[in-house]
């Protein structure tokens, strides 16, 4: 019987990959090696990318395509548009960008779309721009999951600040999600501080610490960025206040993995950078080779064929389930 029902399934095997339908299906997601994929980033040697290329790079082995990363070396509008001037110069399969400024980029962004190169944006959104896509975080939701954590931590009362980056279009979202969940929810908790740490250690741990001197008794800390939470960390270790100031921070790079282990990080918002990147060479591949058809021309009809935004996730990271979040 079980040598006759495997037969069976052989049978049915060979059936199915003969039909052509199905053969057709195969040979679309089997790309060409030559196909060129871009991945542009801002700050681009932190840590928190090498997810969401590591999600890309998966697609494009999958498919069998090429994926290739580049960016600007800090949070420079100017220095990410010429970045992806050269990108578009290329002229790639397709670009999947995150954007250091929601309106520096758009010019560009409508250029390589005007060219005919799908693009999608990640992580930080450029939404008056032309791109096919958004996937990332829903920050604001994602601001509101910390307040409510960091609440617990402090029972429901006493005073906190945000370490943020400025003009950023996630980081103000995650903002406003904390600090209005707070006070909406928590009213005896009390915003009493929030600065720029431009995505710089140095210069978070310098704002958090002159926090914690100009506001005697401050019981939490909220930062969008993950080098904001490494700044602030350091900040609290300095002042003797580990344990007694709660660090809610954002990302999973090793450094504030290592610091919620130690106890100087309470917690941080692990964002889902690797559907960002495996999701947006899908959505480009399937765009480009015009496997999506919402209606036929959709192109000269002025039709987007994707999903507007697409929420890629979020967890919160504890001690207590921290060692599942280190990069294998």
């Not at 930062?223 to 900040?235: E, H, K, R």
């Not at 001690?319 to 280190?326: I, S």
């Amino acid at each position: 019987m079980k040598k006759n029902l495997t037969l069976l399934i052989i049978c049915l095997l060979s059936v199915v990959v003969t039909i052509p339908g199905v053969a057709a299906i195969k040979n679309a997601f089997a790309g060409n090696p030559k196909e060129e994929y871009y991945m542009v980033s801002f700050v681009s040697g932190i840590e928190y990318w090498k997810g969401c290329f590591k999600g890309m790079t998966d697609a494009a082995t999958l498919l069998g395509v090429k994926a290739i990363y580049t960016g600007a070396p800090q949070a420079d509008v100017n220095q990410e548009a010429t970045v992806l001037e050269q990108v578009i110069a290329k002229k790639p399969a397709g670009i999947a960008i995150t954007c250091a400024n929601p309106d520096g980029l758009k010019a560009p962004i409508n250029k390589a779309i005007a060219a005919g190169i799908p693009v999608v944006t990640f992580d930080a959104d450029s939404p008056a721009s032309n791109r096919y896509c958004y996937l990332g975080t829903s920050n604001y939701n994602a601001g509101a999951t910390a307040a409510r954590y960091l609440a617990k931590l402090i029972n429901g009362s006493g005073a906190v600040a945000v370490s943020t980056v400025t003009g950023q279009l996630n980081h103000e979202q995650r903002k406003a999600g904390f600090i209005e969940t707070l006070a909406v929810e928590y009213p005896n908790i009390k915003v009493v501080a929030t600065g720029n740490d431009n995505n710089d250690q140095t210069k978070a741990a310098t704002l958090i610490a002159g926090f914690i001197q100009g506001h005697p008794g401050l019981k939490g800390v909220f930062c969008t960025d993950a080098l904001g939470g490494v700044g602030s960390a350091i900040a609290v270790r300095e002042a003797n206040q580990v344990g007694k100031v709660k660090i809610v921070s954002f990302d999973t790079d090793r450094g504030t993995l290592d610091l919620i282990k130690e106890g100087a990080i309470s917690a941080s918002i692990a964002q889902g950078t690797w559907n960002m990147g495996y999701w947006s060479l899908m959505f480009l591949y399937n765009t480009g080779h015009n496997l999506v058809k919402p209606v036929d021309g959709w192109k000269t009809k002025g039709i987007n064929p994707l999903p507007g935004i697409v929420d890629t996730g979020a967890n919160v990271v504890t001690k207590a389930n921290v060692d599942a979040f280190y990069s294998k």
